[in-house]
């Protein structure tokens, strides 16, 4: 779905995208944070992704190191795809569940955040049809987007949340798991980038500005 929109006019842009077990805070728990940031008078092959995956130290811990670096990125508009009704309450409830007090970065507040799905739910249900997938708004661009393929098959949402979150979560705390979770790392970084660049194309696609991609169009495959 297309939704062409007026430019905030932020000077930097950025993004965060999580990956979880569940969509529900109360079943799953966080695997990996994603955030990236695109100065816009740079292409947007010069953003940066930076990634942030659960260890021995626990979720909060994970939640503050992606949170400060959001928070230390200097952008001035937050760009998501569902991230004020998901991400962004996921986070706090997983703070919440925790009993952790942190406030989350002010960029994250409504005036500064820009959710790109919202408005396209509203249209959706107005239409009597399914809500659009960041996929599907991406292809009604024309942009392919991205695939990383786990195993021989490409992973998704569902897919992460059944197999290859818990997967990695299981190598923490082992002896033997390090080596296997830095191969499942490979894999959460490559799908938390290409998401993270996904989202900040179809902000550049509504508003209207050219862009050219770093994984638009690509395929990666892991064993």
């Known amino acids: 779905m297309r939704f062409p929109r007026e430019d905030p006019a932020a000077e930097t842009v950025a993004t965060v995208d999580i990956e979880t077990t569940a969509v529900d805070p109360g079943d799953g728990e966080l695997v990996a944070i994603g955030v990236g940031v695109h100065p816009r008078a740079e292409p ?17 811990s994970l939640i503050r190191a992606a949170m400060d670096y959001l928070a230390r990125s200097g952008a001035d508009a937050l760009v998501t795809y569902n991230g004020a009704e998901f991400d962004l309450p996921f986070v706090e409830r997983r703070l919440a569940e925790r009993g952790a007090a942190l406030d989350l970065p002010a960029i994250t507040a409504s005036e500064t955040h820009l959710d790109l799905f919202l408005d396209r739910r509203d249209r959706a249900e107005a239409a009597d049809e399914p809500w659009p997938s960041l996929e599907t708004c991406l292809e009604s661009y024309g942009y392919t987007p991205a695939e990383t393929v786990w195993r021989g098959t490409p992973v998704t949402n569902e897919r992460f949340g059944d197999e290859l979150g818990p997967a990695y979560l299981r190598t923490l705390g082992t002896a033997t798991g390090a080596r296997f979770r830095a191969t499942l790392a490979e894999v959460v970084d490559h799908y938390l980038r290409t998401d993270l660049e996904a989202t900040l194309a179809l902000f550049y696609a509504d508003v209207g500005e050219p862009f050219d991609s770093t994984y638009l169009g690509t395929e990666r495959r892991f064993e």
Not at 44 to 60: C, I, N, P, Q, S
């Open 44 to 60: 947007l092959t010069r953003a940066t992704y930076e990634t942030f995956h659960r260890d021995g130290d626990g979720e909060v």
